[in-house]
């Protein structure tokens, strides 16, 4: 018997204490993305009144096929945002797993091409950034804007710069088109992705290991935390997500483009800030980030809706992301002298 | 108070308090400084100097009080106002820009708009003088980030005589230089000059040598004001203290078992000097030695977070490979770290997850009422004040908080407890209880390493003092043999008879 069962052996007994620590839990979570919460849900009523094809099951499900590949990034920034890094890599991963995809499918079968694909993402995210911000301790900033040009630079060779059309290749072309009960597979696959990530990061020790590496790595490492794992680990599976979302974004609109990604590491690196992760570390969760993307996906819905200039969306979401960083610093200000 | 010079007050602090959070770092602080004085503020770590020396700069604002300057309210918005009136602050922590040149650091607060040209040339020539005076001879174009840390300290200095003071604070400014006769030589000629300095120290000799008056602080309040005449070591110190060494210690007699740690011609990465020594159950061993004598670095290495060079640690005999701070763990060494925020809590965590995180695996569920539970056992055995389990840790004071830090490193049961400095920053209250504890565990069968700068400590707890200079075991003290003054004398290297603390 190890220690750390000996001590749930010896605390077994805690269980009626348990409710009343989850509804705790529950509301000091939420707390963090109390403000992101309230102006979608403003924004939810404000549309429902004035336009009446918002409230529509079609325009929920265009919503949130038109968001998949924005949640897949956020889901991996949000954990390399919680160990305190950021991955600005991420949008050129997209690209660059799209054309090896493309180049694959030359050659295979196209569910091992996009398989494949994934893997590649995941062995360059784990050699590059994984090993050399995890293990050598290089700045996340630095290598992964070289990551990233490097890999857009490698997509753009391989394709000579230009979007490759892959409609020929019928399965994945319904990967990214098909209905099953009338929900886009491609919203399953991030549904699927999001509800496993979120177990992962509550409820297992790796996930708040995540957690215990953003508020204080050094602290973490004098508790028996292999910290260069940790940080190797979240950047791999930031990119890995990148690679997915490469992959998805390739079959929903049947090419493959080495720009596809180009500018979406911010948008979704917005919407973990938004959803009340720390830029710092250490403080957020999955659910919030839900919520940014939601809201940030409504807000465009939204403008196209109601006929303004798209470009409006920009601003709005930008203004929003300062004024909850503000608020947040102001409530946090308080808490910590 | 005899000798006191008459003439109106420089400087008078009346009730300063403040607050951080819960913890309340002044509750009522006076300090009067006249022109031309040299006064001694002393007391214990975290009585509340440095807080009343940054409220009297202006870089904090005192919760209530006044400060009066030549008799005239002077509650200083920021650092730059009470530099324009003539306050200077030479601060604990180094405020050198590295990148910086030594001339343009020293004149640092005289850039005033960025539109005006600097002419390097002229920068140095300016600074030339303020270097001369606080003693240091090197090319005033040379970047700061290249000089050794005592003379940046130096460069410090100059930078303060730069600003032309009335009243220079001096906040613990010898702890890193290597001559401090240089320092005292400086303010001397300031004081002659008719400039009022508060000296910040806690070390005896210094106030003895330098000063001429002390102004005591504990727990945040002046406790006592001693003239020329009564800075002896017994006085200061039972000031400081605040009560008897007898009804502060509770140092048992444990009957010492096997020797579970031994540390063999260890070689840290810090200094080429082996150490060898060894650890009995229910021992503890005092480390005591100046800031930057090795102390921390040879517990860290111990616990794994550093590499050592060379020799070996045995536990139980035999030899343990613990490269890692997790292997360290496992083998049962636990380490309570010198800076609580830096290295053992996630200050914006709540205590239960702080508490957590050394029972975490990657691969496992986490049970969160175990962790409940586990919060609520330790708040209550190690009597940590605070309003729930869920409060980020950044809301305890400093004493409760390193209550935790302790409860941390023991939940595994540790059979080695290494403690690097557990009461710095440390109110009296708390210290009480940290004192039962760790002799609790000694008498439970616990082997203990204690590293400390407070010698009181060291003497009521420790069974023997290992004392470490320039990162070299230069002694080692019985229980019967260790006094302040041989192990201070050690520590300075065995030097200066007068350097007895």
Redesign the interface.
């Known amino acids: 018997m190890t220690?750390?069962e000996a001590?749930?052996d010896r605390?077994?007994d805690?269980?009626p204490?348990?409710g009343a620590?989850?509804a705790?839990?529950a509301a000091?979570a939420t707390s963090q993305y109390l403000g992101v919460l309230a102006v979608l849900g403003l924004l939810v009523v404000l549309l429902a009144v004035t336009q009446p094809e918002f409230l529509t099951v079609d325009n929920f499900l265009n919503i949130a096929e038109l968001n998949v590949v924005l949640l897949l990034l956020a889901v991996g920034l949000t954990f390399v945002l919680l160990t305190g890094g950021i991955d600005l890599s991420v949008g050129s991963m997209m690209g660059f797993s799209a054309i090896v995809c493309w180049k694959l499918l030359g050659t295979m079968p196209a569910p091992l091409a996009m398989l494949l694909a994934v893997l590649v993402a995941l062995a360059a995210a784990f050699a590059t950034n994984g090993l050399l911000i995890g293990r050598a301790g290089l700045s996340f900033l630095v290598v992964t804007i070289g990551t990233g040009s490097l890999l857009h630079g490698l997509a753009q060779i391989w394709s000579g710069g230009q979007s490759q059309t892959v409609y020929q290749h019928s399965f994945l072309v319904s990967v990214g088109t098909k209905h099953v009960a009338g929900v886009p597979v491609t919203v399953l696959i991030a549904a699927g992705v999001f509800a496993v990530a979120l177990v992962v990061l509550?409820?297992?020790?790796?996930?708040?290991?995540v957690?215990?590496v953003g508020?204080?790595p050094?602290?973490?490492?004098?508790?028996?935390?292999?910290v260069t794992?940790v940080r190797v680990a979240v950047y791999t599976l930031c990119g890995t997500l990148a690679g997915l979302a490469g992959v998805i974004s390739a079959a929903r609109i049947t090419s493959a483009s080495p720009d596809a990604g180009i500018g979406l590491e911010l948008t979704a690196g917005a919407a973990v800030l938004l959803g009340g992760t720390?830029f710092m570390g250490?403080?957020g969760s999955l659910l919030g980030t839900l919520l940014g993307v939601l809201f940030l996906g409504v807000l465009q819905n939204g403008v196209t809706l109601a006929g303004v200039s798209p470009f409006w969306s920009n601003v709005v979401s930008g203004a929003v992301l300062i004024v909850a960083i503000g608020i947040d610093r102001l409530r946090?200000g308080k808490?910590?002298? | 108070m005899t000798d006191v010079p008459e003439g109106p007050p420089l400087l008078r602090v009346a009730g300063a308090a403040k607050r951080?959070?819960a913890?309340h770092a002044l509750r009522g602080a006076d300090l009067v400084v006249r022109a031309g004085e040299v006064v001694c503020l002393a007391g214990e770590n975290g009585s509340g100097k440095s807080t009343l020396a940054r409220i009297v700069a202006g870089s904090l604002a005192p919760d209530a009080g006044t400060v009066e300057l030549d008799g005239a309210p002077a509650a200083f918005g920021s650092p730059r106002a009470a530099l324009a009136a003539g306050v200077c602050l030479v601060s604990q922590e180094p405020t050198l820009v590295p990148g910086l040149s030594v001339a343009e650091n020293v004149l640092l607060h005289r850039f005033r708009g960025p539109l005006r040209p600097v002419r390097r040339s002229a920068l140095a020539a300016e600074a030339a003088p303020y270097l001369e005076r606080a003693g240091l001879r090197i090319d005033p174009a040379t970047p700061a980030g290249a000089l050794p840390p005592g003379e940046r300290e130096l460069v410090e200095l100059a930078k303060a005589l730069a600003a032309g003071p009335r009243l220079l604070v001096l906040d613990e400014a010898t702890t890193r230089m290597p001559d401090p006769e240089r320092l005292f030589g400086v303010v001397d000629r300031l004081a002659a000059g008719g400039t009022g300095v508060v000296l910040i120290t806690h070390r005896l000799r210094e106030i003895r040598r330098a000063c001429g008056r002390a102004t005591v602080l504990r727990d945040g309040a002046t406790v006592a004001e001693l003239g020329p005449d009564e800075l002896t070591d017994e006085r200061l110190s039972a000031a400081m203290v605040g009560r008897d060494l007898g009804e502060y210690f509770h140092k048992r007699d444990v009957a010492v078992g096997e020797e579970v740690l031994g540390v063999r011609d260890l070689v840290t990465d810090r200094s080429p000097h082996p150490i060898t020594f060894g650890v009995r159950a229910g021992e503890i061993v005092g480390l005591a030695g100046l800031v930057g004598a090795g102390r921390s670095e040879l517990l860290e290495t111990l616990?794994g977070?550093r590499r050592a060079r060379g020799g070996g640690v045995l536990l139980d005999g035999a030899p343990l490979a613990a490269a890692?701070?997790?292997a360290a763990?496992?083998a049962g060494i636990a380490?309570v770290?010198e800076d609580r925020?830096?290295?053992?809590?996630?200050?914006?965590?709540?205590i239960r997850?702080?508490l957590?995180?050394?029972?975490?695996?990657?691969?496992?569920?986490?049970?969160?009422?175990?962790d409940?539970?586990?919060a609520?056992r330790a708040v209550a055995d190690y009597r940590v004040r605070s309003a729930s389990v869920?409060a980020?840790v950044?809301?305890l004071s400093g004493g409760n908080a390193q209550k935790l830090v302790l409860a941390?490193a023991l939940?595994?049961?540790p059979r080695v407890l290494l403690l690097d400095e557990p009461t710095r920053g440390v109110d009296i209250g708390a210290r009480s209880d940290i004192y039962e504890l760790v002799t609790g565990l000694a008498a439970e069968g616990t082997a203990i390493v204690l590293a400390s700068s407070d010698l009181l400590e060291l003497l009521g707890l420790a069974d023997r003092v290992i004392v470490l200079a320039e990162g070299r075991p230069v002694g080692e003290l019985d229980r019967d043999e260790a006094t302040e003054e041989r192990i201070a004398l050690l520590a300075l290297g065995g030097g200066e008879r007068d350097d007895a603390v």
């Open positions: 220690l750390s001590a749930d605390t077994r805690a269980a204490a348990r620590a989850r705790r839990g000091q509550r409820y297992s020790g790796f996930g708040r290991m957690y215990a508020g204080n050094e602290a973490a490492r004098l508790a028996g935390i292999n794992a720390s250490g403080r946090t808490a910590m002298p | 951080f959070g913890v616990a977070a890692s701070p997790r763990r496992r380490l770290p925020f830096a290295q053992a809590l996630a200050a914006a965590h709540s997850d702080n957590a995180v050394p029972w975490l695996r990657a691969l496992r569920r986490t049970d969160r009422a175990a409940r539970e586990r609520h869920d980020p950044a809301t941390k939940g595994h049961r």
